[in-house]
């Protein structure tokens, strides 16, 4: 399975263009503003969730000067799956400003979860150089993206949980506000939801930290440093620990009944595996990732990715299940001196990837030559 061509109409800041891709790494260059950014995001939609940059389906329309709202968009795929099997995947909007973005497989309405079925993006952005010194919630999603795209269901079982979340903290501030007690019925539903989903949540996190912490030890010593990762929370320590999940539900039930009031009073869920976070040491330093510079936090990070790539394409050719990855690297040579760049992109070319990164100057690709495709890309247009 592999993309042969991507295909944007009315995206972001291109009104119409496509994409061939060949077998190896494409190079994205131009300058700052030139869309490049936009056809990694397009190809990032092709996984449950909003896309590396979390944007609504709102916003992701063409807008020319004067217009209110952004265009009906589509961004399609077409796949090579083999034995001459062509296979198109497109998502997109019907109409002018819709919140709604609709997802189909050969023309046929799926869930966006289907997508997975045939490609597994997994992105790096600057956004992430900081990773581990930023905000708790935005490590807890990058984690669980790595996660899902392993294991499916895991994002609709994030999303189940969430929404139990939102629903009971409703319930409780509108008691506070009109001052009665909330339904203990419903809480109890509510909670027993919680303990449900967030243990299930809890494993899946507890399993893939032990997955990608060997991809990261069978490494070795390569130009990326090394972490060790841990797993902040109550119930992702228990599934560590090897609780089980009606063990690690049943705390989360009996955490969330002891909560209500402080959640109440506060007006915030203050207990739960959405508390939780993903933790870093750097091995060589002995020190906490957070307190590295962006360079070494970018490339501990890296490495992350690459052990996740690993496995994910591992687990893709030998049987056990799960489409090969895809890998989109925005401003990829940022902040990676020469060394780190060239092992990155051997790495990258070892591994059989399709690999999109993005850079302003085709220079800081130069390792890549012969083994990449360079595409320009300046004012809405892909030049070869």
């Known amino acids: 399975m592999s993309i042969q061509s991507l295909t944007l109409t009315d995206f972001r800041s291109y009104a119409s263009a496509t994409l061939p891709v060949g077998s190896g790494p494409v190079v994205l260059h131009g300058p700052n503003g030139a869309g490049k950014t936009n056809l990694l995001e397009a190809l990032s939609l092709f996984t449950p ?3 590396l940059r979390s944007a609504t389906a709102q916003e992701m329309g063409r807008r020319e000067p004067g217009e209110a709202v952004g265009r009906a968009w589509a961004v399609a795929l077409t796949l090579d799956g083999g034995d001459g099997e062509e296979i198109r995947l497109g998502t997109g909007t019907q109409a002018a400003g819709a919140s709604r973005r ?3 497989i050969d023309g046929e309405t799926a869930q966006p979860g289907r997508f997975l079925d045939f490609l597994r993006p997994v992105w790096a952005t600057p956004e992430q150089d900081r990773l581990f010194s930023d905000a708790r919630a935005d490590r807890l999603k990058f984690f669980d993206r790595l996660v899902f795209a392993a294991d499916p269901d895991h994002a609709s079982i994030v999303s189940g949980y969430e929404k139990a979340l939102r629903e009971r903290l409703r319930l409780l501030t509108d008691g506070v506000e009109h001052g009665r007690a909330a339904d203990p019925l419903w809480l109890d539903a509510l909670e027993a939801r919680l303990g449900e989903t967030g243990a299930r949540a809890a494993v899946a996190r507890a399993g893939a930290l032990g997955a990608l912490q060997a991809g990261i030890d069978d490494r070795g ?17 228990a599934a560590l620990d090897g609780a089980g999940e009606e063990a690690i539900a049943a705390a ?4 969330m009944a002891r909560s209500r009031g402080r959640d109440a009073a506060s007006g915030r869920s203050l207990f739960g595996p959405h508390r939780s976070d993903l933790t870093a040491l750097h091995r060589e330093k002995r020190r906490p990732a957070a307190e590295g510079s962006s360079g070494e936090q970018k490339a501990l990070v890296l490495n992350l990715i690459l052990a996740q790539v690993t496995r994910l394409k591992s687990a893709s050719a030998n049987g056990g299940g799960g489409a090969p990855p895809v890998l989109l690297l925005d401003e990829a040579p940022a902040h990676l001196d020469t060394r780190r760049r060239a092992a990155l992109f051997d790495e990258i070319e070892a591994l059989g990837l399709q690999a999109f990164m ?3 100057e085709a ?5 890549l030559k012969g083994r990449a495709r360079f595409v320009r890309v300046e004012g809405g247009a892909l030049i070869d």
Request: glycine letters at 18%; a negative charge; proline letters at 6%.
């Open 221 to 237: 010593d390569r130009p990326f440093p090394q972490a060790d990762l841990g797993l902040t929370g109550e119930a992702e320590q």
């Open 49 to 51: 969730g909003r896309g």
């Open 102 to 104: 609709i997802v189909r």
């Open 358 to 360: 993005t850079g302003t």
């Open 363 to 367: 220079l800081l690709f130069e390792e």
């Open 252 to 255: 989360i039930r009996d955490g």
